[in-house]
């Protein structure tokens, strides 16, 4: 059974550091590109970031998040994370965990498995 388990969400303030996880099961994590998409409230769910398969891999950012956030992947431990810096309040949002199998690095809604998200709150 494929499961994208996320944690590290929470409530900030404009400035702050989040760190996200996502821990993977279920399926042959080395194969598949992973990413972070988000939703805010009252908005469609968009792309935040994607990594190919291999760690240390090719990553893609939204333009909203280039420069503040970094992800990166552990396959030996199944495992993707989402370093968010200086955060703004803007970035408040449900945050999914996405896996693809495939060697390219996927900027659109079309992943799939998901996660439940985690809800990550910034206050000015």
């Known amino acids: 059974q494929v499961q994208l388990v996320e944690s590290g969400g929470g409530s900030v303030q404009a400035g702050d550091s989040l760190r996200l996880s996502c821990a993977a099961s279920?399926?042959?994590?080395?194969?598949?590109?992973m990413a972070w998409f988000r939703r805010a409230p009252g908005k469609r769910r968009e792309f935040v970031a994607a990594?190919?398969?291999?760690?240390?891999?090719?990553?893609r950012y939204a333009d909203s998040v280039k420069g503040r956030f970094t992800i990166s992947r552990d396959n030996a431990k199944n495992m993707v994370y989402l370093q968010m810096n200086s955060l703004i309040p803007e970035d408040t949002a449900v945050f999914y965990c996405?896996?693809?199998?495939?060697?390219?690095?996927?900027?659109?809604?079309?992943?799939?498995?998901w996660g439940q998200g985690t809800q990550v709150t910034v206050s000015s």
């Open positions: 996405a896996a693809r199998e495939t060697w390219e690095v996927v900027t659109i809604d079309d992943y799939d498995h």
């Open positions: 279920g399926f042959t994590f080395d194969t598949h590109s």
């Open positions: 990594i190919s398969r291999k760690q240390g891999g090719i990553t």
